[in-house]
């Protein structure tokens, strides 16, 4: 199996779907921010706090290429789309978009109080809106695939990837 990478925005629904979609799969799961909270020991918006968004961006550049090496399902962070690097790395990669709508993903993320991102506290509604419109264009680039997750259950998002993939490969 050619390993699956899902971006997209916060609030995207890479974490719930790659655990369902590895599952479907009998695939490995890598998400990424789990791995570097273990790495980096503490809260993303602790360290982001403590050692600046850059020095998280590293380290999430690093994660990438590893989980690469192996084959599985990988959750991407929100922002693993802004480095260049990371850009070409995913270029010829089986790339996943988890596309929601901006209403949809801001009310998710402020409902969400176990996953508290550090852009949220920083960022209105507003901000975070548009935020997600500056990154659009990338996630819509890097995208082999795209399905929309505003309306849907896990389920039927994890059956169209799938079907999606067979066409695709
Ligand atoms: C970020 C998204 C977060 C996490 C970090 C930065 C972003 O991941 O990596 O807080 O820049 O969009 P999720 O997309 O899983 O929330």
Redesign the pocket.
């Known amino acids: 199996m050619e390993s699956i990478v899902l971006i997209?925005?916060?609030?995207?629904g890479?974490?719930t779907i790659s655990k369902e979609l590895a599952t479907t799969l009998n695939a490995r799961v890598v998400d990424?921010?789990d791995v570097?909270v273990e790495r980096i020991g503490q809260p993303?918006?602790d360290y982001?706090e403590e050692h600046g968004e850059a020095s998280?961006r590293e380290h999430?550049t690093n994660l990438l290429k590893e989980a690469l090496n192996e084959e599985s399902v990988i959750?991407t962070?929100?922002?693993v789309i802004?480095q260049k690097e990371n850009q070409q790395v995913l270029s010829d990669k089986l790339v996943v978009y988890l596309k929601a709508d901006a209403n949809v993903l801001v009310k998710r993320i402020r409902e969400d109080k176990v996953?508290v991102?550090?852009?949220a506290i920083k960022n209105d509604d507003g901000d975070l809106k548009r935020l997600f419109f500056s990154r659009e264009k990338l996630y819509e680039k890097l995208a082999k695939i795209t399905v929309d997750t505003s309306e849907k259950l896990p389920k039927d998002i994890v059956s169209e990837i799938i079907q999606q993939v067979e066409v695709a490969s």
Do not use: H, V
């Open positions: 997209g925005f916060m609030g995207a890479k974490t990424m921010d570097l993303i918006s982001f998280f999430e959750a962070g929100g922002g802004l996953n991102r550090p852009l």
